[in-house]
């Protein structure tokens, strides 16, 4: 019997034994084991300073907690009221994460209790505790900022603020409301006061001006360190540039597309006409330029006489007088083997140097001229005494320019430069693809010294390496760099040089320029560098004066500078993206590039800069090839002459 009933007693003392340790467990008090609110540790028997105001609370404990009883064991406080909060257990169900409902005040002083109801899974209390810190100071940080209908460029540039200036900004604490006025400031081509609206909690405050901007300039808006926030918290000054819009408003009557150009093409040529070296009858560098006159351009100057004629803004006798005076000039003054200077003296015909050692020859500044002076004998009526002698006088001046000898001793290419000092020192050949093809067709043309076609294989056309190929927005470039260069290459050549139907091997130039334009002005209309202005309207990159001097503007080297002959010496290629840009220059910023000549040279509107010059280079090709785009006057007269039928051949051009 005692038998059986032992193992009834070792069963019983076994479960009492274990009944026991669970009530030790259970009886084991719960302790707090780390408090911190992010990386500083709270000292419970003091007040902890300096804490972050965006940092979550967490306490660790000896054993699991149990979930339900935190609600009611846990609370924070300022002396001001109680703070919301949401607190979650971490895995180990023995640490407490609080998180206050957005960020605590700067500045403050809290008190955290943790009461005896809070209790581990096991039963164990807690005897309770309290923790006194203090928040820092604290910042003042703009959290999101808008201006009223401005956009953004693609590198942040903000643009088209309206005049009635209004921004808001949104901070990370309310506004001590006094600081406003001093702390923001709004300067530029005015400065106008400003006023202030606060919202959501102070939080928000809606900035306006009291007057208008101005229109089309640059601002900048600063906000000092004087701003602070209600309980203190301090402000790092910050500033924003922008942009104001552009007045829509016609700054001239509105013209017709016709009376348009017209007027755009009268009001150039007087740069030709009225400042005119009074000497020599050529045409001076730029407005500022005095005495020294350019070659290059003053060829352009005696084709501009033909459209002046045509177009009744002077008689052919007045054009007659002065392709007279030119002509003789040009048979005095200074020539190297028949190649005039890129610069000379109108009043002596004596070659001013274009750097130290151009002093002497400049073939594709001859070429210029050269083409100009043929289209102008191809004009002329050879039954009219006056006229026919004029005739004899350029047939003279074209068959003394020595095309061939400008080949380096006979190298298969032209050569650009040579200096009666330096010889040929410079060591520019001349290859393409760039505004040059005129002087190729001309040497080739030439009946007295030609070049043979092999010097525009292998000097111009690179033996094919001139070809390009790629597309480009959409767009096949023939010839040439990466988005055709300057948009100069497809104006120059072509004033007199008809390209409609013109066609070597290596290219179809009308759509070799149309191309190039076409490319230019999807360029400005992406605009990758974020330049302020740059539209489907407001396009055109070529050489002309910049804020820091002279450059040649292309897609590859961006300066933020828009040249109006770009676009407008484009409309034959682009006529309606050309009369946009027009229109655009001319009714929207002729207050600023419209003058006394017609459009300056060049703007920027980034730089808040606007060119006072004109150079006789950019002003002559707006004229001509407008005139080819509505009449193809210059290129039907130029094509005439059979010599420059000869030379074309002689290159294998179809035409």
């Given at each position: 019997?005692?038998?059986?009933?032992?193992?009834?007693?070792t069963?019983?003392?076994?479960l009492?034994?274990?009944?026991?340790?669970?009530?030790?467990?259970?009886?084991?008090?719960?302790?707090?084991?780390?408090?911190h609110?992010?990386?500083?540790s709270?000292d419970p028997?003091g007040?902890?300073?300096?804490?972050a105001?965006?940092?979550?609370?967490?306490?660790?404990?000896?054993?699991?907690?149990?979930?339900?009883?935190?609600?009611?064991?846990?609370?924070?406080?300022?002396?001001?009221?109680?703070?919301?909060?949401?607190?979650?257990l971490?895995?180990?169900?023995?640490?407490?994460?609080?998180?206050?409902?957005?960020?605590?005040?700067?500045?403050?002083?809290?008190?955290?209790?943790i009461?005896?109801?809070?209790?581990?899974?096991?039963?164990?209390?807690?005897?309770?505790?309290?923790?006194?810190?203090?928040?820092?100071?604290?910042?003042?940080?703009?959290?999101?900022?808008?201006?009223?209908?401005?956009?953004?460029?693609?590198?942040?540039?903000?643009?088209?603020v309206?005049?009635?200036?209004?921004?808001?900004?949104?901070?990370?604490?309310?506004?001590n409301?006094?600081?406003?006025?001093?702390a923001?400031?709004?300067?530029?081509?005015?400065?106008?006061?400003?006023?202030?609206?606060?919202?959501?909690?102070?939080?928000?405050?809606?900035?306006?001006?009291?007057?208008?901007?101005?229109?089309l300039?640059?601002?900048t808006?600063?906000?000092?360190?004087?701003l602070?926030?209600?309980?203190?918290?301090?402000?790092?000054?910050?500033?924003?540039?922008?942009?104001?819009?552009?007045?829509?408003?016609?700054?001239?009557?509105?013209?017709?597309?016709?009376?348009?150009?017209?007027?755009?093409?009268e009001?150039?040529?007087?740069?030709?006409?009225?400042?005119?070296h009074?000497?020599?009858?050529l045409v001076?560098?730029?407005?500022?330029?005095g005495?020294?006159?350019?070659?290059?351009?003053?060829?352009?100057?005696?084709?501009?006489?033909?459209?002046?004629?045509?177009?009744?803004?002077?008689?052919r006798?007045?054009?007659?007088?002065?392709?007279?005076?030119?002509?003789?000039?040009?048979?005095?003054?200074?020539?190297?083997h028949?190649?005039?200077?890129?610069?000379?003296?109108?009043?002596?015909?004596?070659t001013?140097?274009?750097?130290?050692?151009?002093?002497?020859?400049?073939?594709?500044?001859?070429?210029?001229?050269v083409?100009?002076?043929?289209?102008?004998?191809?004009?002329?009526?050879?039954?009219?005494?006056?006229?026919?002698?004029?005739?004899?006088?350029?047939?003279?001046?074209?068959?003394?320019?020595?095309?061939?000898?400008?080949?380096k001793?006979?190298?298969n290419?032209?050569?650009?430069?040579?200096s009666?000092?330096?010889g040929?020192?410079?060591?520019?050949?001349?290859?393409?693809?760039?505004?040059?093809?005129?002087?190729?067709?001309?040497?080739?043309?030439?009946?007295?010294?030609?070049?043979?076609?092999?010097?525009?294989?292998?000097?111009?056309?690179?033996?094919?390496e001139?070809?390009?190929?790629s597309s480009?927005f959409?767009q096949?470039?023939?010839?040439?760099?990466?988005?055709?260069?300057?948009?100069?290459?497809?104006?120059?050549?072509?004033?007199?040089?008809?390209?409609r139907?013109?066609?070597?091997q290596?290219?179809?130039?009308?759509?070799?320029?149309?191309?190039?334009?076409?490319?230019?002005?999807?360029?400005?209309?992406?605009?990758p560098?974020?330049?302020?202005?740059?539209?489907d309207?407001?396009?055109?990159l070529?050489?002309s004066?910049?804020?820091n001097?002279?450059?040649?503007?292309?897609?590859?080297?961006d300066l933020?500078?828009?040249?109006?002959?770009?676009?407008?010496?484009?409309?034959?290629?682009?006529?309606?993206?050309?009369?946009d840009?027009?229109?655009?220059?001319?009714?929207k910023?002729?207050?600023?590039?419209?003058?006394?000549h017609g459009?300056?040279?060049?703007?920027?509107?980034?730089?808040?800069?606007?060119?006072?010059?004109?150079?006789?280079?950019?002003?002559?090709?707006?004229?001509?090839?407008?005139?080819?785009?509505?009449?193809?006057?210059?290129?039907?007269?130029?094509?005439k002459?059979?010599?420059?039928?000869?030379?074309?051949?002689?290159?294998?051009f179809?035409?």
């Amino acid at each position: 019997m005692l038998k059986m009933m032992r193992p009834i007693f070792t069963l019983l003392f076994f479960l009492l034994i274990t009944a026991c340790n669970k009530d030790d467990e259970t009886l084991v008090a719960l302790e707090l084991t780390g408090a911190h609110i992010g990386d500083t540790s709270l000292d419970p028997t003091g007040i902890t300073e300096n804490i972050a105001i965006d940092r979550s609370i967490s306490l660790s404990f000896s054993h699991p907690i149990k979930q339900s009883s935190i609600a009611s064991a846990i609370s924070l406080s300022s002396d001001q009221a109680s703070v919301p909060f949401s607190a979650h257990l971490l895995s180990d169900n023995k640490t407490i994460t609080i998180t206050p409902e957005g960020t605590l005040q700067s500045s403050t002083t809290y008190l955290l209790e943790i009461g005896t109801s809070l209790t581990s899974t096991g039963g164990g209390a807690f005897m309770g505790t309290t923790f006194n810190f203090t928040t820092q100071l604290g910042t003042l940080a703009v959290t999101n900022a808008s201006i009223l209908e401005s956009d953004t460029t693609t590198t942040g540039r903000i643009q088209q603020v309206p005049v009635n200036f209004q921004a808001t900004f949104s901070f990370n604490h309310p506004i001590n409301e006094s600081t406003l006025p001093g702390a923001f400031d709004l300067s530029g081509p005015t400065s106008p006061a400003l006023q202030f609206e606060l919202s959501d909690n102070d939080q928000t405050v809606t900035v306006t001006s009291s007057s208008p901007l101005t229109y089309l300039s640059r601002y900048t808006l600063k906000i000092s360190d004087r701003l602070q926030g209600s309980n203190g918290e301090q402000f790092t000054e910050t500033n924003s540039e922008f942009y104001s819009a552009i007045d829509d408003t016609p700054k001239f009557p509105v013209l017709s597309e016709e009376a348009l150009l017209t007027k755009v093409q009268e009001q150039t040529f007087r740069y030709f006409w009225d400042f005119a070296h009074p000497t020599s009858g050529l045409v001076r560098e730029r407005n500022t330029a005095g005495n020294t006159v350019t070659i290059g351009g003053s060829g352009f100057g005696v084709m501009a006489l033909i459209v002046g004629v045509e177009r009744g803004f002077i008689t052919r006798q007045e054009a007659l007088d002065r392709w007279t005076k030119i002509v003789d000039f040009l048979a005095a003054a200074d020539r190297f083997h028949g190649a005039w200077p890129h610069w000379m003296n109108g009043e002596t015909g004596k070659t001013i140097p274009f750097s130290t050692k151009d002093n002497g020859g400049d073939l594709v500044e001859t070429a210029f001229m050269v083409q100009g002076l043929l289209t102008v004998r191809a004009y002329l009526d050879s039954s009219n005494t006056a006229e026919n002698e004029l005739i004899d006088k350029i047939t003279q001046l074209w068959e003394s320019v020595e095309w061939d000898w400008y080949t380096k001793d006979g190298s298969n290419v032209l050569y650009w430069h040579w200096s009666p000092n330096y010889g040929w020192e410079q060591n520019l050949p001349i290859r393409g693809y760039i505004e040059s093809l005129i002087v190729y067709v001309l040497a080739a043309a030439s009946p007295t010294h030609p070049i043979a076609k092999d010097v525009y294989e292998s000097g111009w056309a690179r033996n094919g390496e001139i070809q390009n190929g790629s597309s480009y927005f959409q767009q096949q470039l023939p010839l040439g760099d990466e988005y055709g260069g300057p948009l100069f290459f497809a104006h120059y050549s072509f004033l007199g040089l008809d390209p409609r139907n013109l066609s070597d091997q290596y290219a179809n130039y009308w759509e070799q320029n149309t191309a190039h334009s076409l490319i230019n002005q999807a360029y400005c209309q992406q605009n990758p560098k974020g330049f302020i202005g740059y539209s489907d309207e407001v396009w055109g990159l070529t050489a002309s004066d910049n804020p820091n001097g002279y450059s040649a503007h292309s897609p590859t080297n961006d300066l933020g500078v828009i040249t109006p002959t770009a676009a407008l010496s484009s409309f034959p290629y682009t006529p309606d993206a050309s009369m946009d840009a027009l229109q655009f220059f001319y009714y929207k910023l002729g207050d600023k590039l419209w003058g006394e000549h017609g459009f300056y040279d060049a703007f920027n509107i980034t730089e808040n800069w606007y060119a006072d010059s004109y150079l006789a280079i950019d002003q002559g090709p707006i004229i001509l090839m407008i005139e080819n785009h509505r009449t193809g006057l210059l290129w039907e007269v130029f094509m005439k002459d059979q010599e420059v039928q000869s030379g074309l051949d002689r290159l294998g051009f179809s035409y």
